[in-house]
């Protein structure tokens, strides 16, 4: 068993971004309720524990604070930020509210040696978000380093090994913050570096084994990067109880349904079900110009088909687990469940919703992990690079790629045009250095001419990308040759389409898709 971190949770926006830091030392981090006792995490035999931050005050009575046995343990406990503060007031320091709330970037400087700061320089810039500030070391403790606003920003007790820092070492905006992570875990809690994704893989299958027991699971299968990690270790725990449905809308790509069932029916051998339901969608969305529209009739229609497919699966078997792909970035924009104290920002289309009403329970084995982290996992996994490295895929599909009112043969000349795209992409290296890459049917006829015809067809727009949230893009300056490759092959292998224009906006204020 690797040494284990206990994070305990206070409501930080951050606390998974601390237990990320920490994974990325190769150490194994767990997240746990603040009020986890001390108890259980003796139990799990955890070498340190680490506060995190949060938004409440110390000063407030009913602010949240940790089991006080976990100062008696004889283990390295770190505060960080309202975790420094819970460390001061309980150990009987004082904390005041400060005349200048201390937020962004400050310097850190280091006064006295600590262990915290082996082998760094003696300033550092470092991120600070907090309102409340320390005035008075509890007894034991020594102030290790300041900032303009703070003169206690680092606090050490290194007899009792109590650590308590004011800014955030987990953010990309702290200087050298890793380094001061990593040496609370190997110079301090002397924890070694054991960690790797396969620790995590095999945990995973021990908790979904556990929670899912003899029971069946449910899983919608988009074929995108989430969904597709989720259903491949969800399987390598329980084979064949998980049950992945596959919804064709008449939106794909070409030949993407195809591509689904022989990865995942035939390769992974999964118990795939596939709801052929395109003629249901487009019948829906006949006539329809208005692309809000449109995605409420696919979103709606979605979750009827979804509904049916769980309803039939019910009657068949003890189905009691709805799984879905949800990463870490979803949740924290859905906070407030659980009881974890952070506020909420928004809520997200990925979590809640769907179950309450099937009565099934969720289970979401990725949501403590990040983006790139899946994408590891992923590949640990044995995903091929195409589903691991896929280009995000909007859920109306094209939908939102045929401008106006969606017809099947206008479908058919978009996915044409778009599988030689992508396959261009491909073959001049492109494809994964981009963001998105898609084309985009106009509803525009242009005239033409081929050999001595006259043709009056339509048009398709190139819209390929560079972005690293999908915030903000830019149109990529893809070298014109690969162009001019992507354009003739097109007009001269679609039928339907005589003329291609290529996209270059940037976002803002355009956005990625048309729709
Ligand atoms: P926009 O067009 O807003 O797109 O610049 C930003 C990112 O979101 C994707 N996108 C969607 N994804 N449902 C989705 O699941 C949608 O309705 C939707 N609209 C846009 C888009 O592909 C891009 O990656």
New binding site residues.
């Given amino acids: 068993m690797p040494d284990i971190i206990a994070v305990l949770d206070f409501g930080s926006q951050y606390t998974q971004v601390i237990a990320r830091r920490i994974r990325e030392a190769d150490v194994l981090s767990r997240i746990y309720p603040y009020n986890t006792k001390v108890k259980i995490l003796k139990e799990n035999g955890v070498k340190g524990i680490i506060l995190s931050g949060g938004p409440s005050s110390v000063l407030l009575a009913d602010s949240p604070r940790p089991d006080e046995a976990i100062f008696k343990l004889g283990i390295p406990v770190l505060g960080i930020c309202y975790g420094e503060q819970l460390i001061a007031h309980m150990l009987g320091g004082k904390v005041a509210k400060s005349a200048r709330r201390e937020f962004g970037h400050g310097n850190l400087s280091i006064r006295k040696k600590g262990k915290l700061f082996t082998g760094l320089p003696k300033v550092l810039r470092v991120w600070n978000s907090h309102g409340d500030r320390l005035e008075k070391l509890p007894w034991g403790f020594e102030a290790v380093a300041s900032t303009e606003n703070s003169p206690y920003a680092t606090i050490q007790d290194s007899k009792r090994n109590f650590y308590g820092i004011q800014f955030h070492p987990e953010v990309a905006h702290s200087e050298m913050g890793m380094e001061v992570l990593a040496n609370f875990l190997f110079k301090i809690c002397k924890c070694k570096a054991e960690w790797s994704m396969a620790n995590y893989i095999e945990e995973s299958i021990a908790q979904i084994r556990n929670s899912v027991g003899k029971k069946r699971v449910i899983l919608g299968l988009s074929g995108g990067v989430d969904s597709s990690v989720a259903a491949a270790l969800i399987h390598l725990a329980i084979g064949r109880q998980l049950t992945c449905v596959f919804v064709d809308n008449g939106l794909l790509r070409l030949n993407e349904r195809e591509q689904v069932e022989k990865l995942y029916g035939d390769h992974f051998d999964l118990d795939l079900r596939v709801a052929k339901k395109s003629s249901l969608f487009l019948s829906r969305l006949k006539g329809v110009y208005d692309p809000e529209k449109k995605?409420k009739i696919i979103?709606n229609t979605f979750v009827e088909v979804f509904e049916q497919e769980v309803k039939k699966l019910k009657k068949k078997g003890d189905y009691a687990f709805l799984a879905q792909g949800t990463l870490y970035p979803d949740v924290i924009e859905s906070v407030s469940i659980d009881g974890n104290p952070a506020a909420l920002i928004k809520s997200h289309?990925n979590v809640g919703g769907l179950p309450k009403k099937m009565k099934l329970e969720l289970l979401e084995p990725l949501r403590e992990l990040f983006k790139d982290e899946v994408r590891e996992l992923g590949s640990e996994l044995g995903l091929p690079k195409e589903v691991v490295w896929r280009?995000?895929?909007?859920?109306?599909g094209l939908g939102?790629r045929v401008m106006g009112p969606i017809v099947k043969k206008d479908l058919d000349v978009l996915r044409k045009a778009d599988a030689i795209l992508q396959e261009e992409m491909i073959s001049a290296g492109l494809y994964y250095k981009v963001?998105?890459s898609?084309c985009v049917f106009l509803p525009v006829k242009t005239v033409g001419v081929m050999g001595d015809e006259r043709t009056y067809e339509n048009v398709v727009a190139l819209r390929i990308v560079e972005?690293i949230d999908?915030?903000t893009?830019d149109w990529a300056r893809v070298p014109y040759e690969v162009i001019r490759t992507i354009s003739s092959r097109i007009i001269n292998e679609v039928n339907g389409c005589n003329r291609v224009v290529l996209d270059i906006s940037s976002?803002p204020p355009?956005?990625?898709?048309?729709?």
């Fill in positions: 995605r979103g289309h280009q995000p895929f909007p859920g109306p939102v963001w998105q898609f972005s999908a915030m893009a976002k355009s956005t990625i898709e048309w729709e």
